[in-house]
């Protein structure tokens, strides 16, 4: 098959010159072949124990068996007086905490007003005032997640106002103790 070539060219008489054929060549087809298999180590393991390698073999056979059975008795966690302890592996974070939701009883149904859903709050617990003195405050959960605001009944102002926060399961025992026996207040973190 020939194609004459209308674009000037400075040369004429070479192909791609006005006038000049210019060949294209014909279809190729891809002959059939064998698909190519590419080999594990499994046969250089083998080859390597035939050839007479059989003790650096063998030591990195259990070496890679003492390091999998330490990695397993751990948990994957490094001991106390190991080098890894100190340093925090970046490819392993720490598991998530599972969370569950815990409507806390505020006493302040103001300050609850100013939450919003995704708000982090300090719960602090302070004991009803006993007759003889004061009791101390204490905080019963840290950097809580404001999950859910509800709405505040109208006719119990002196009741406090509910709020719904993301707290591991822990947390949420001790708040809910907390609720029972003290009156509760939040800090916006």
């Known amino acids: 098959m020939t194609i004459t070539n209308s674009s000037l060219s400075p040369f004429p008489g070479f192909p791609g010159a006005p006038g000049s054929p210019v060949s294209?060549?014909?279809?190729?087809?891809?002959?059939?072949?064998?698909?190519?298999?590419?080999?594990?180590?499994?046969?250089?393991?083998?080859r390597a124990l035939r050839r007479g390698r059989?003790?650096?073999?063998?030591?990195?056979?259990?070496?890679?068996?003492?390091?999998?059975?330490?990695?397993?008795?751990?948990?994957?966690?490094p001991s106390p007086g190991s080098a890894k302890?100190?340093?925090?592996?970046?490819?392993?974070?720490?598991?998530?905490?599972?969370?569950?939701?815990?409507?806390?009883?505020?006493?302040?149904?103001?300050?609850?007003r100013l939450l919003r859903p995704g708000d982090r709050v300090d719960v602090i617990a302070a004991p009803p005032a006993a007759p003889g003195g004061e009791g101390e405050a204490r905080v019963v959960a840290s950097g809580a997640r404001v999950?859910?605001?509800p709405r505040a009944d109208g006719d119990q102002q002196d009741a406090g106002a509910l709020v719904v926060l993301s707290v591991p399961r822990a947390t949420a025992a001790v708040l809910v103790g907390a609720g029972v026996t003290s009156r509760l207040a939040v800090t916006v973190c």
């Open 85 to 112: 302890a100190a340093t925090v592996s970046p490819a392993r974070p720490a598991p998530a905490v599972p969370l569950v939701s815990a409507p806390v009883r505020i006493a302040d149904a103001a300050t609850v």
């Open 54 to 77: 059989r003790v650096p073999v063998v030591l990195l056979a259990l070496m890679a068996a003492a390091l999998a059975v330490a990695g397993a008795v751990s948990g994957g966690r």
């Open 24 to 46: 294209v060549p014909a279809p190729c087809v891809v002959p059939p072949f064998e698909p190519v298999r590419v080999r594990g180590a499994r046969p250089r393991l083998r």
């Open 147 to 149: 999950a859910e605001v």
